[in-house]
């Protein structure tokens, strides 16, 4: 049986680091509304092509940042605390991230 839900677990984040992560996630969803606007106006395969790929560079961006916080905040922490089980969860997690 796996260890307890992740949905259970939090991360206080500050305002600065909720303003930040939101504006990344506001610029993303610019982009695939443009997408989807590319798409209504027929263009071509390549530009919208182009477009996935900068939405996918983007998402990856903001999921490394995401995981460099947890890295050096939830998992330092939980190390610190002698809980030891948290190298599997972050290896389990990394797993999932490809």
Not at 19 to 40: C, F, H, V, W
Not at 45 to 68: F, R, T, Y
Request: net charge positive; aromatic share 2%.
């Amino acid at each position: 049986m796996e260890n307890s839900c992740a949905c259970q677990k939090k991360k206080h984040r500050t305002d600065v680091e909720k303003k930040y992560l939101k504006n990344r996630l506001k610029t993303i969803e610019g982009q695939i509304r443009g997408i989807s606007q590319m798409i209504d106006d027929d263009r071509y395969c390549n530009d919208i092509l182009i477009q996935i790929s900068a939405v996918n560079k983007s998402l990856k961006s903001l999921g490394n940042e995401v995981l460099k916080v947890h890295l050096t905040t939830c998992v330092v922490d939980n190390i610190k605390d002698n809980n030891l089980e948290i190298i599997d969860e972050v290896m389990s997690l990394i797993k999932k991230l490809d």
